[in-house]
């Protein structure tokens, strides 16, 4: 199916660029003073929507600049024709309109990279990641960096540790057998999390919410999809959308 460039437009205007724009009309309207207050307004506060499309032009000036680099004047002239990577700029600027460009922007553009130079990252992969990070919040994107780094699985040994060396019935364990049991206990500990944690700023009743979505998208195993022999709870497809966020110029 043929794009035209208008399908490429990136960020589209938001609540928050209507409601700064209700306020200039309604300051306009004041005599003598609304014209002078609406210049102050202008020249104080750029709308959500001018400093995303300002900041997603930059970003797509910096792919382009990093793809005639790293590829020969023949391949720039055959991704005009490349299905892969029209798709894969088309959904990345889809997604930078609704998405946190200081979480989200590294990933989509080593994503429009990926799809434009010879890397082996499939087309229908970068699709289903772009969609992914569509739907995700920078919560969810927390949560997933917490499952990845084992912190839940830190915490909850912690937890049963300190509680295991307060019982004196269990003094005659020694350390290294004490590690085995808190380290048998995985299972359940990962039951316990992935049913919420507490974040600084998400209750933990919250939190289930955002934990039961990634298991849903495919990020995050179910408890009974885990076992002690998973050194992380991320499935295959989660563990790949968080290298492009965290390491994109690995990906």
């Known amino acids: ?34 014209s002078a207050a609406v210049e102050a307004i202008n020249g104080f ?19 382009v600049q990093q793809l005639r680099h790293e590829t020969s004047e023949l391949c720039q002239k055959s991704l005009q024709g490349s299905q892969k990577f029209q798709e894969v700029v088309i959904l990345a600027s889809d997604v930078a309109s609704k998405s946190d460009p200081v979480e989200v922007y590294p990933a989509l553009k080593h994503a429009i990279i990926a799809a434009g130079s010879a890397s082996d990252t499939s087309r229908d992969m ?36 300190a509680h295991l060396r307060r019982d004196e019935r269990n003094a005659y364990l020694t ?26 700023d998400v209750s933990r009743e919250d939190s289930k919410v955002f934990i039961d979505d990634l298991h849903k998208e495919g990020l995050l195993l179910s408890p009974i999809q885990y076992s002690e022999r998973d050194e992380s709870p991320l499935t295959p497809f989660g563990a790949r959308l968080l290298e492009l966020l965290d390491s994109p110029e690995q990906f």
């Open 45 to 63: 506060f750029a709308s959500p929507y001018d400093r995303k499309l300002h900041e997603w032009r930059v970003a797509m000036a910096q792919v």
């Open 126 to 161: 970068l699709l289903r990641i772009l969609r992914a990070l569509k739907l995700l919040t920078s919560t969810h994107i927390r949560l997933l960096r917490y499952f990845a780094t084992n912190a839940w699985a830190d915490e909850k040994a912690g937890h049963l540790r």
């Open 1 to 34: 199916m043929a794009h035209t460039d208008d399908s490429l437009d990136p960020p589209r205007r938001s609540g928050a660029d209507h409601a700064l724009n209700a306020a200039k009309v309604g300051i306009g309207a004041i005599p003598w003073i609304g």
């Open 175 to 200: 350390d290294e057998q004490m590690e085995k049991y808190v380290e048998s206990m995985r299972c359940i500990h990962y039951y316990s999390a992935f049913s919420g944690v507490d974040l600084a």
